[in-house]
Nanobody
Framework: QVQLVESGGGSVQAGGSLRLSCAASGYTYIGYYMAWFRQAPEKEREGVAAINSVGSTRYADSVKGRFTISRDSAKNTLYLQMDNLKPKDTAVYYC????????????????????WGQGTQDTVSS
């Protein structure tokens, strides 16, 4: 069973930066694709950035050019660097992991993921 633990959330003013981390355990690197999702109050959970087992990435249009997803296989850790933050980025952020034999899926669809962290709150004030 894969376990995911997020950290790094907090409060920041508009234009600032935050870096989220997601420590993964109970899995081998091979075959796993991962992503960051977020959920604002009274809104659906949405995918913001995805990365697959070979390091290819995909971003939602709303964060493209501002967010960067990366993973460190040696540390089994997923990262999300968030720059030029806006109040609309305020949400609970979740990391997620899914598995396929080749691990090549790049998905922002929450239905493709079976493992989730507990979430970390990020608040951006204007």
């Amino acid at each position: 069973q894969v376990q995911l633990v997020e950290s790094g959330g907090g409060s920041v003013q508009a234009g600032g930066s935050l870096r989220l981390s997601c420590a993964a355990s109970g899995y081998t690197y091979i075959g796993y694709y991962m992503a960051w999702f977020r959920q604002a109050p009274e809104k659906e959970r949405e995918g913001v950035a995805a990365i697959n087992s070979v390091g290819s990435t995909r971003y939602a249009d709303s964060v493209k050019g501002r967010f960067t997803i990366s993973r460190d296989s040696a540390k089994n850790t997923l990262y999300l660097q968030m720059d030029n933050l806006k109040p609309k980025d305020t949400a609970v952020y979740y990391c997620a992991a899914g598995w396929r034999p080749d691990g090549l899926l790049l998905s922002l669809d929450r239905l493709d993921f079976g493992n989730w962290g507990q979430g970390t709150q990020d608040t951006v004030s204007s």
